[in-house]
């Protein structure tokens, strides 16, 4: 009761907000109708590989020519939305200016999404941030949304199953090619946790996919410890196409 209470109050002195557009929302957390609205939600079916919605007559059983030209060490990948509009405000409400109650609403979409290949012995891991990075950021954003995913699809979550071994420059600032170089041999299983990994699967967490190469990293840091099936659910995907049409 006491706990409603204060809910109450707090939303009557700071009227709960859109993350979105800032618009007041009635009450609790989550976005305004006009937002929900504009939500693109990618659907089945999409590319196991690269996370991409399949649009043509033969998407349901044909492999997207993206995904057959490069072979992507993960098993599969599922994402949200799209890393514009909507969902890209949602995204730098968490990560730019802190606002954590986006991180149930983003990780409630995202469990929609993983609960496609979910199983009961699954391991939840999210990308880490190396020591420096979160000790100025005061929070690693994929951990915000690992925990509340985790506890959507009954799992357990891990969050230093990984760990950044070193600092790298900003993806941000780097072309692909270059990303891929700058993350080589950034990512390690914590020493703790590789004896518990052999043979098991990891649903790897993190809030945008770009080129992929923070979750390739990632997914060969976790193979070579011994892991099973590495599947990635990620937020939001940026760049082109918004379509894979076979």
Same mark, same amino acid.
């Given at each position: 009761m006491i706990r409603a209470m204060t809910s109450w109050l707090l939303d009557v002195l700071v009227p709960p907000r859109c993350p979105s557009c800032r618009a007041e929302v009635g009450g609790g957390m989550g976005l305004c109708a006009a937002c929900w609205q504009g939500l693109p939600l990618i659907e089945p079916p999409s590319c196991p590989a690269t996370?991409?919605?399949?649009?043509?007559?033969?998407?349901?059983?044909?492999?997207?020519?993206?995904?057959? #030209?490069?072979?992507?060490?993960?098993?599969?990948?599922?994402?949200?939305?799209?890393?514009?509009?909507?969902?890209?405000?949602l995204v730098h409400a968490l990560k730019f200016r802190d606002d954590l109650t986006v991180?149930?609403? #983003?990780?409630r979409l995202m469990a929609r999404r993983a609960r496609e290949v979910a199983t009961p012995d699954m391991l939840v891991a999210p990308v880490p941030l190396h020591w420096l990075?979160?000790?100025?950021?005061?929070? !690693?954003?994929?951990?915000?949304?690992?925990?509340?995913?985790?506890?959507?699809?009954g799992l357990e979550c891990v969050p230093d199953l990984l760990v950044r071994t070193r600092y790298t420059t900003p993806q941000t600032r780097l072309?692909?090619?270059?990303?891929?170089? !700058?993350?080589?041999?950034?990512?390690?299983?914590?020493?703790?946790?590789?004896?518990?990994?052999?043979g098991r699967p990891v649903l790897l967490v993190d809030d945008v996919?770009?080129?992929?190469?923070?979750?390739?990293?990632?997914?060969?840091?976790?193979?070579?410890?011994?892991?099973?099936?590495?599947?990635?659910?990620?937020?939001?995907?940026?760049?082109?196409?918004?379509?894979?049409?076979?």
């Open positions: 996370g991409l919605p399949l649009v043509g007559e033969w998407a349901e059983t044909v492999a997207s020519l993206p995904a057959s #030209m490069k072979k992507r060490p993960w098993r599969t990948l599922r994402a949200v939305t799209f890393h514009d509009g909507v969902g890209r405000a991180a149930p609403v #983003m990780a990075r979160l000790w100025w950021r005061r929070f !690693n954003q994929s951990v915000a949304l690992a925990w509340p995913l985790a506890a959507e699809l072309s692909g090619r270059r990303r891929r170089t !700058n993350l080589k041999g950034a990512f390690a299983v914590h020493r703790r946790h590789r004896g518990r990994l052999k996919l770009t080129t992929g190469a923070t979750a390739e990293a990632c997914t060969r840091a976790l193979k070579q410890a011994g892991a099973g099936d590495i599947h990635v659910v990620v937020f939001a995907l940026a760049g082109e196409p918004r379509a894979l049409h076979i």
